[in-house]
C-alpha cells in the first residue's frame, strides 16, 4: 500500500468501512471486559512488523504498534539510528534482508521512490507510513471520520458522500495528494487553495486526476490562490502544516508566502463556507495554519481523527497482512 492510487474505489471503501466497523465490535467489547472480538483476536500471531522509520512519529507509529499489539503480532520499531539502513546499507539489501524474516514492512521514509524501491524489493506487503508524495494511512483514517461525522451510507464501491466538498487551505504536501486522490475516487469534490509556488506539482496533478478513471462520477479538483474561493460551498476545511518534515531550512520563507491562509472562523465565513462546515487536520499541529478557536472549536474533528489512525492501521494490516492483499 504505497498510495490510495494503489487502491480501487471498492477497495477503499471497503477498507475505510472495515476500520469503522472494527473500532464499534473493539470498543463495545473493550467496553465489557472483554478482549478484541474475531476476527482480529490472535489474527497476527506469530507476525512480526518491522516499522522502518526515517522521521519522528507520533500517531503513526503509536497506531501501528498498538494495531499489531491488538491483533496478537509484534511491532518491531527501528529509526534511523537503529538499523544500517542509509549510512552501510543499501534499501535493495535491507528489504530482502528484512522481509526474509518479517511478515510486513510500514516505512517511513524521505523520497517516495524509497518506499517504492523497498516494495519492489520486498518478499512480505509493505505500507507506506508517510513519503514526500503520499500518506495512505491517514487518507483511510481521514474519510472513516468523514463518513462517520455525516453518517454516510456506503455502497460496494463507495462511501456514499458524493457531492460533498473538502477545502484544502495551505501547501500542496503528502497529506494533500492521498486525500485528493481520495476524493476523486469517492466523488467528494477537493478545492486546493495554495499561495502561488506552493500548488500542486504537474505530475502529482495527473496522478490525482489519474484516480478518477472508471469512476462513474470522480470528484472534481480545483485549485486557486484564492482561500475564499476553495472553501465556498466547502462541508469541510482541511489543512496541514505549511513547513513538513524535511523542509526546516525553508521555514522562514514559507512563513511569509502562507501569510493569509491561516484557517479561521472569519475566513470561513468569508468563503462562505457550508453553515455545518467541519475542520480537519492530520497533526501535528501550528499555530500559523489554524487559529486556536476552530482547532479546538466545536467544529474540529481533529482528535477522532487522531483516533482513527488505529483504525485505519487495524483495517489495512488486516487486508494486507493477515488477508494477504486481498480486501474483504
Ligand atoms: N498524522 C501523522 O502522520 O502524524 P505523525 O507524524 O505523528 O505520525
Ligand atoms: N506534511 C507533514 C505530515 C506529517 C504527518 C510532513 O510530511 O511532515
Redesign the pocket.
Known amino acids: 500500500l504505497l498510495s490510495i492510487s494503489d487502491l480501487s474505489p471498492a477497495e477503499f471503501t471497503r477498507l475505510v468501512v472495515n476500520a469503522s466497523s472494527h473500532k464499534k465490535a473493539v470498543k463495545d467489547a473493550f467496553a465489557a471486559g472483554q478482549v478484541p472480538p474475531k476476527p482480529l483476536q490472535g489474527a497476527m500471531t506469530g507476525k512480526t512488523v518491522a516499522m522502518m522509520f526515517s ?9 501501528t504498534e498498538a494495531a499489531v499489539q491488538l491483533m496478537g503480532g509484534h511491532p518491531m520499531f527501528l529509526g534511523k539510528d537503529d538499523i544500517q539502513l542509509g549510512v552501510n546499507e543499501s534499501l535493495y539489501d535491507t528489504s530482502v534482508v528484512i522481509s526474509s524474516m518479517t511478515s510486513c514492512m510500514v516505512a ?1 521514509v524521505g523520497p517516495h521512490s524509497d518506499v517504492a524501491n523497498l516494495a519492489a524489493h520486498s518478499s512480505v506487503p509493505v505500507i507506506n ?2 513519503s514526500s508524495d503520499f ?1 495512505p ?2 487518507t483511510i483514517a481521514d474519510f472513516q471520520t468523514i463518513h462517520e461525522t455525516f453518517s454516510s451510507t456506503p455502497t460496494e464501491s463507495s462511501l456514499g458522500l458524493e457531492g460533498r466538498k473538502v477545502a484544502w487551505v495551505g501547501d500542496s504536501n503528502n ?1 494533500l495528494f492521498d486525500l485528493a486522490i481520495g476524493c476523486v475516487k469517492m466523488g467528494v469534490d477537493i478545492a486546493v487553495a495554495s499561495p502561488a509556488g506552493y500548488g500542486i506539482p504537474d505530475e502529482m496533478r495527473k496522478v490525482i486526476l489519474a484516480a478518477g478513471e472508471g469512476v462513474a462520477k470522480p470528484g472534481k479538483l480545483s485549485e486557486t490562490t484564492v482561500p475564499e474561493e476553495a472553501i465556498e460551498g466547502a462541508d469541510i476545511l482541511v489543512t496541514d502544516t505549511w513547513v513538513s ?1 524535511g523542509q526546516e531550512v525553508e521555514a522562514q520563507k514559507r512563513l511569509k508566502a502562507f501569510a493569509g491562509y491561516q484557517i479561521t472562523n472569519e475566513l470561513a465565513k468569508r468563503g462562505r463556507a457550508k453553515p455545518d462546515w467541519k475542520f480537519m487536520h ?3 499541529r501550528h499555530p500559523e495554519e489554524v487559529d486556536d478557536e476552530v482547532f479546538y472549536g466545536p467544529r474540529s474533528l481533529v482528535f477522532p481523527e ?1 483516533e482513527n ?1 488505529l483504525w485505519a492501521a487495524v483495517s489495512a494490516l488486516e487486508a494486507f497482512v493477515v488477508n494477504k492483499g486481498k480486501i474483504l
Open positions: 522521521k519522528r512519529s507520533t500517531r503513526t507509529r503509536v497506531s517511513r507510513a508517510l500518506h494511512l491517514q497529506v518534515m492530520c497533526l501535528p487522531a489512525r
